[in-house]
């Protein structure tokens, strides 16, 4: 396969989305979800904090006259609001700063998520928020759950260019602007494609402006063998990677994300399955397919919980074909218990974009489907889209 050199993009941030509902035995609970809110990048506030969420009721509800489409497969389980709009559109590539109001969603009928703790795994416990009907949201209602990293001053984070190094795999860090060691912070942690340095995810990814370089720990691994990419070999390194990370920083482990393009794609599909207990969402893009690791039906893979999934394919990708989108999306969807049909996300039906929403699924567990046309990666339809940071800071940030 081609090296995957990526081209450089500049992006932005919209607004929310929610927690997980998880009991202490891990029964899936059932209900009304409360989703994404958003901004256009202009419309979010000058510090770069994404405005609270609209929160719709029960699915099915009207989301600004956007009907449902049918797509995927899965058994129905549960139900799930409807997503506020977003003012701006996928593919834009504006900064992340801004002054303004965000666009307020479509309200429903009724709406709300209830669930325990969550005792086991290194996620530390989730809960589901409540949410008021046709109302503005809140930020999420899941305390934070600090790691030992905790109160450890002057932790080191490396650079691309002197990375640190565990279980043969190079990474480092990038601590929020005025980082406090007393306070737990979420992590996204980005995983490049192969060929690429590791630089890559810093510079492409698009979380290094306003909103999430002052709201959260930026992590950027890099695999063992960067001419073969991310593959089933590098499964075994994320423990102790995750290990090291949630001691050396102040992490708040209930909030543990992951994302990544073409291999790094895979990867963070695999840890999605393999790591749910550790992580919260994942954002697999431009997926192919992993010896060892078949998108069978989840229960063959034994998955570990459930995790929030935004699977992103180009629906043209002439570097991996289009195939495996789908089936990233259809294992996510079933692992969830999402329905059949899928509601458009408001602000993210343009080409470059095309997001929509898995209705019927367990609640706090939200599948997003974005099978965008951006031509990223030299017009291969193959890319980091140009949407995605602006899309998974506004859903992440509200968990």
Request: charged residues 10%; glycine residues 16%.
């Amino acid at each position: 396969m081609k090296s995957e050199r990526m081209l450089n993009i500049v992006l932005a941030p919209i607004s929310p989305i929610q927690p997980r509902a998880v009991s202490s035995s891990r029964v899936r609970v059932v209900g009304v979800t409360l989703l994404l809110g958003s901004c256009a990048l202009a419309a979010c506030s000058s510090d770069g904090t994404p405005p609270l969420p609209s929160q719709a009721g029960a699915a099915g509800a009207a989301m600004g006259g956007a009907p449902s489409s049918s797509a995927g497969s899965a058994p129905v389980g549960g139900s799930h609001a409807g997503m506020p709009a977003d003012g701006g559109g996928g593919g834009s590539q504006a900064g992340m700063s801004g002054a303004g109001s965000g666009a307020g969603g479509a309200a429903g009928g009724s709406g709300a998520t209830s669930g325990g703790a969550n005792g086991g795994g290194g996620a530390g416990g989730h809960s589901a928020a409540a949410g008021s009907p046709g109302a503005a949201g809140s930020s999420s209602t899941v305390p934070a759950n600090p790691s030992t990293g905790c109160n450890k001053a002057s932790p080191a984070t490396g650079t691309s260019g002197s990375p640190l190094t565990v279980s043969g795999h190079q990474y480092y860090v990038k601590l929020p602007t005025n980082y406090d060691a007393a306070k737990p912070y979420p992590v996204m942690m980005m995983f490049n494609p192969t060929g690429n340095p590791i630089s890559w995810a810093e510079s492409n990814a698009g979380f290094e402006a306003t909103g999430p370089k002052e709201a959260w720990i930026r992590v950027y691994p890099t695999m063992a063998n960067n001419a073969s990419g991310w593959g089933a070999s590098d499964v075994a390194f994320f423990e102790p990677f995750y290990e090291k990370v949630i001691d050396s920083y102040c992490v708040d482990k209930a909030r543990v994300f992951a994302g990544g393009e073409s291999s790094g794609g895979d990867f963070s599909s695999i840890l999605g399955c393999e790591y749910g207990d550790k992580i919260r969402a994942t954002a697999p893009c431009s997926t192919k397919p992993v010896s060892g690791y078949a998108l069978d039906v989840p229960i063959k893979r034994q998955c570990k919980g459930e995790v929030t999934a935004v699977v992103i394919h180009g629906k043209n990708d002439n570097v991996v074909g289009p195939a495996n989108g789908p089936k990233t999306r259809d294992f996510y969807a079933a692992l969830n218990h999402c329905g059949t049909t899928t509601t458009p996300v408001p602000g993210y039906t343009d080409t470059l974009s095309n997001c929509v929403m898995y209705e019927g699924c367990d609640a706090g567990y939200p599948v997003y489907w974005c099978n965008h046309t951006d031509p990223n990666y030299s017009n291969t339809n193959h890319g980091w889209p140009a949407f995605a940071p602006k899309f998974l800071w506004a859903l992440f940030s509200k968990m």
